[in-house]
T-cell receptor, first 115, second 115 residues
Framework: AQSVTQPDIHITVSEGASLELRCNYS??????LFWYVQSPGQGLQLLLK??????LVQGIKGFEAEFKRSQSSFNLRKPSVHWSDAAEYFC?????????????FGAGTQVVVTP | KAGVTQTPRYLIKTRGQQVTLSCSPI?????VSWYQQTPGQGLQFLFE???????NKGNFPGRFSGRQFSNSRSEMNVSTLELGDSALYLC??????????????FGPGTRLTVL
């Protein structure tokens, strides 16, 4: 069965500093990987996705993520954080035999940005 | 192109009542998925519909049901509400085209409170 682990429940980062959010997945085949962001009381916004090809993917809002098959990881990075990046971030995996319309989400990482 | 819309945005019900939530997908999207989000359990997949057929179902009791109409709009129904059904219910749509069906676009959610 698919699973996604986000080891960090909460991260505090200073504005202008770099940010890295960790995501590890368990999946038998080539996964489809996603990062979503959720602001308080809102739905999920897709930041970026990986289906195949180049393992470094660029997303919106200056985010990027790197797929590392050997480490089963798909970590999200941003070189310089803005106060508006404070939100909850979710890693998700899709694909597989029972995956019709189903994404498996991690527990999320809450990001707090300090001045 | 308009995004995924969900109505109503907020609902307050009492135990034992039933509720119906509505979701209109992005134009051209035929797959609609539903998720329940709670602080304790995170994001959990409820079910997915495509062309008016339920293709996948998560691990929820039969009190949770859904349907999809010919215009791809979807509804979910929860009968005999329990306090634990209080949650943010998220709808997502995707375009059925190869791997892209995994890429889901989320609505703002319906916040259900059961008293």
């Amino acid at each position: 069965a698919q699973s996604v682990t986000q080891p960090d429940i909460h991260i505090t980062v200073s504005e202008g500093a770099s940010l890295e959010l960790r995501c590890n997945y368990s999946y038998g085949a080539t996964p489809y990987l996603f990062w979503y962001v959720q602001s308080p009381g809102q739905g999920l916004q897709l930041l970026l996705k990986y289906f195949s090809g180049d393992t470094l993917v660029q997303g919106i809002k200056g985010f990027e993520a790197e797929f590392k098959r050997s480490q089963s990881s798909f970590n999200l990075r941003k070189p310089s954080v803005h106060w508006s990046d404070a939100a909850e971030y979710f890693c998700a995996v899709g694909g597989g035999t029972d995956s019709w319309g189903k994404l498996q989400f991690g527990a999320g990482t809450q990001v707090v940005v300090t001045p | 192109k308009a995004g995924v819309t969900q109505t109503p945005r907020y609902l307050i019900k009492t135990r034992g009542q039933q509720v119906t939530l509505s979701c209109s997908p992005i134009s051209g999207h035929r797959s609609v998925s539903w998720y329940q989000q709670t602080p304790g359990q995170g994001l959990q997949f409820l079910f997915e519909y495509f062309s008016e057929t339920q293709r996948n179902k998560g691990n929820f009791p039969g009190r949770f049901s859904g349907r999809q109409f010919s215009n791809s709009r979807s509804e979910m129904n929860v009968s005999t509400l329990e306090l634990g059904d209080s949650a943010l219910y998220l709808c997502a749509s995707s375009f059925e085209a190869g791997a892209s069906y995994n890429e889901q676009f989320f609505g703002p959610g319906t916040r259900l409170t059961v008293l």
